[in-house]
């Protein structure tokens, strides 16, 4: 299995919505507020390209 970082999220699995309320978020509003899962990646921030990936040679 060969892992690749997602470029619309780029990695993280969120993305922004809403950059000020990320930025600055109301008083009481959820951790999460101004984000949401990325639909590019289902929210993993990573993509199996279905390859293989080498092990260490140590």
Not at 26 to 46: F, L, Y
């Amino acid at each position: 299995m060969s892992l690749i970082q997602c470029e619309t999220c780029a990695g993280n699995g969120e993305v922004v919505t809403d950059w000020n309320v990320y930025l600055h978020p109301p008083e009481g509003s959820p951790a999460d507020a101004g984000v949401k899962d990325c639909s590019e990646c289902d929210g993993n921030g990573w993509f199996d390209d279905g390859g293989y990936a080498p092990t260490s040679s140590r």
